[in-house]
């Protein structure tokens, strides 16, 4: 079987499940078990799979129609451009989280600020940040040890030097207003949604995932100490669900944000919400 044959028949396997991104999918296990550019498989779609290729690549793609998530496959997601090691521990990093780091990137002017990210995950925003500001002063926390881990792991593959511990959102970290900006992707997703038998949030740790019975209690937990962190003038700012914007928006007006809005991801959706907290107090 050539590498085109097998790629067509991934395909087909793939779309006959719904599958909309299936050539996408079937090239990234060609890349992957081949070691391949995608270059590589257009410049020679007739190469012959070996045995074993073949039998790696129908063993992976037995698994992604298994519902087995891709990234955890491959063992490795794109983010901000960067490569990032993923495992079962942690949610698997979304392009729309990029709106979150292009929006911290625009509100923090500051040439060595110091910034903190709650719920870390892979380390996927703090990397993404510290990769465009160098000199920025980076802390990443997450209550779970694996994440943990496997933050510490990519910081050091990609030789980003950011701060990752293990915390309870503020739990290890010191009260004091030493943080110029402050984002989240926390958990989101009330615990009766229906999403959460669907796709890959099936698999995905639902720590990461569930927040209470409207899915805004990590919001709530993050609010109650982020006025002892955040320096005056200094931004919040958080990835939320499809429908939560105008009820984040209340909940950090209450708490004493200024300049409160939400923001568009590529789809259309509202997908990140921020304020500013108050030069003066109130």
Same mark, same amino acid.
């Given at each position: %079987?050539t590498l085109s044959e097998w790629r067509r028949q991934a395909i087909a396997a793939?779309?006959?499940?719904?599958?909309?991104?299936?050539?996408?999918?079937?090239?990234?296990?060609?890349?992957?078990?081949?070691?391949?550019?995608?270059?590589?498989?257009?410049?020679?779609?007739?190469?012959?799979?070996?045995?074993?290729?073949?039998?790696?690549?129908?063993?992976?793609?037995?698994?992604?129609?298994?519902?087995?998530? @891709?990234?955890?496959?491959?063992?490795?997601?794109h983010f901000w451009g960067l490569p990032l090691k993923v495992s079962p521990a942690?949610?698997?990093?979304?392009?729309?989280?990029?709106?979150?780091?292009?929006?911290? @990137?625009?509100?923090?002017?500051?040439?060595?600020?110091? *910034?903190?990210?709650?719920?870390?995950?892979?380390?996927?925003?703090?990397?993404?940040?510290?990769?465009?500001?160098?000199?920025?002063?980076?802390?990443?926390?997450?209550?779970?040890?694996?994440? *943990?881990?496997?933050?510490?792991?990519?910081?050091?593959?990609?030789?980003?030097?950011?701060?990752?511990?293990?915390?309870?959102?503020?739990?290890?970290?010191?009260?004091?207003?030493?943080?110029?900006?402050?984002?989240?992707?926390?958990?989101?997703?009330?615990?009766?949604?229906?999403?959460?038998?669907?796709?890959?949030?099936?698999?995905?740790?639902?720590?990461?995932?569930?927040?209470?019975?409207?899915?805004?209690?990590?919001?709530?937990?993050?609010?109650?100490?982020?006025?002892?962190?955040?320096?005056?003038?200094?931004?919040?700012?958080?990835?939320?669900?499809?429908?939560?914007?105008?009820?984040?928006?209340?909940?950090l007006t209450q708490a004493g944000f200024t300049q409160v809005e939400w923001l568009?991801?590529?789809?259309?959706?509202?997908?990140?919400?921020?304020? %500013?907290?108050?030069?003066?107090?109130?």
């Amino acid at each position: %079987m050539t590498l085109s044959e097998w790629r067509r028949q991934a395909i087909a396997a793939l779309e006959q499940q719904g599958h909309v991104d299936a050539d996408f999918q079937a090239r990234s296990l060609l890349q992957h078990h081949l070691g391949v550019s995608d270059a590589h498989l257009f410049t020679w779609p007739e190469q012959p799979l070996t045995t074993p290729q073949a039998a790696e690549l129908e063993a992976s793609l037995a698994q992604r129609l298994a519902g087995q998530p @891709l990234a955890w496959i491959l063992g490795h997601w794109h983010f901000w451009g960067l490569p990032l090691k993923v495992s079962p521990a942690t949610l698997i990093p979304r392009a729309d989280t990029e709106i979150l780091v292009a929006e911290a @990137l625009a509100r923090c002017m500051q040439p060595q600020a110091r *910034v903190l990210d709650l719920g870390t995950g892979t380390g996927a925003i703090a990397l993404a940040l510290k990769s465009e500001r160098p000199d920025w002063q980076i802390d990443a926390v997450d209550q779970q040890p694996q994440a *943990v881990a496997l933050a510490q792991h990519n910081a050091k593959t990609l030789q980003l030097d950011i701060q990752v511990w293990c915390s309870d959102w503020w739990q290890a970290v010191a009260a004091a207003p030493v943080y110029d900006l402050i984002v989240s992707n926390p958990p989101y997703i009330a615990t009766d949604d229906p999403h959460l038998r669907q796709g890959d949030l099936r698999y995905e740790p639902q720590t990461a995932l569930v927040a209470g019975e409207d899915g805004l209690d990590a919001y709530r937990a993050i609010l109650e100490g982020v006025s002892s962190r955040l320096k005056p003038g200094g931004w919040l700012i958080f990835e939320q669900g499809y429908d939560q914007a105008e009820a984040l928006c209340e909940l950090l007006t209450q708490a004493g944000f200024t300049q409160v809005e939400w923001l568009r991801d590529w789809a259309g959706n509202p997908r990140v919400t921020l304020g %500013m907290w108050p030069l003066e107090p109130r």
